[in-house]
């Protein structure tokens, strides 16, 4: 992820945790925008006020560091207007800096899984540029979750694009 949370890269078990990145458009890769404008990441997130207030920190700290950024100024005057919450939580002048911490998902097909996330700056990048993992402790539940979900979106993947989530490809 870029300053303005940007989401740049990510590997299929996170398109299948966070959100389907593959397809959303370009605009919609973006964490703050899916914290504040999606309308069911209070029911994705569980500590969506922890993560709100978090994200707007985020956000602040990058206006901090790039006071000139146009890009940076439309995404915060779009969730301001589009989100309440964040114009309320702006006005704080809550800075933050995304560093390790626990994190909460409701997923429709695992349930709440609780996991331990890490952040890495990428050296010598211009938008101060992260590298975020998330982790289960091995052998635990939260792993065996992910291994479901990782097994789910595998055979997801195999389903033509053009056939419905309930159909299976032809067995020859």
Same mark, same amino acid.
Do not use: C
């Given at each position: 992820?870029?300053?303005?949370?940007?989401?740049?890269?990510?590997?299929?078990?996170?398109?299948?945790?966070?959100?389907?990145?593959?397809?959303?458009?370009?605009?919609?890769?973006?964490?703050?925008?899916?914290?504040?404008?999606?309308?069911?990441?209070?029911?994705?997130?569980?500590?969506?006020?922890?993560?709100?207030?978090?994200? $707007?920190? *985020?956000?602040?700290? =990058? &206006?901090?560091?790039? /006071?000139?950024?146009?890009? !940076?100024?439309? %995404?915060?005057?779009?969730?301001?207007?589009?989100?309440?919450?964040?114009?309320?939580?702006?006005?704080?002048?809550?800075?933050?800096?995304?560093?390790?911490?626990?994190?909460?998902?409701?997923?429709?097909?695992?349930?709440?899984?609780?996991?331990?996330?890490?952040?890495?700056?990428?050296?010598?990048?211009?938008?101060?540029? $992260?590298? *975020?993992?998330?982790? =289960? &402790?091995?052998?635990? /539940?939260?792993?065996?979750? !992910?291994?479901? %979900?990782?097994?789910?979106?595998?055979?997801?993947?195999?389903?033509?694009?053009?056939?419905?989530?309930?159909?299976?490809?032809?067995?020859?």
């Amino acid at each position: 992820m870029n300053d303005r949370s940007d989401v740049l890269a990510w590997n299929g078990l996170a398109a299948a945790l966070i959100a389907d990145f593959p397809k959303l458009p370009a605009a919609q890769r973006n964490m703050a925008r899916q914290i504040f404008l999606n309308p069911r990441a209070p029911e994705i997130h569980p500590d969506w006020r922890d993560a709100a207030r978090t994200t $707007v920190g *985020v956000l602040r700290m =990058a &206006a901090g560091r790039h /006071p000139r950024d146009t890009a !940076l100024k439309h %995404l915060i005057g779009e969730l301001a207007a589009g989100n309440p919450t964040f114009a309320r939580l702006w006005r704080t002048q809550h800075v933050h800096e995304k560093t390790y911490g626990p994190k909460k998902f409701n997923h429709d097909l695992i349930g709440q899984i609780s996991l331990n996330y890490e952040t890495f700056h990428v050296p010598a990048s211009d938008d101060h540029e $992260v590298l *975020v993992i998330y982790t =289960a &402790a091995p052998h635990s /539940p939260e792993q065996d979750l !992910l291994d479901r %979900l990782a097994a789910i979106a595998t055979d997801m993947s195999a389903i033509p694009t053009n056939a419905s989530p309930t159909s299976r490809p032809a067995t020859p």
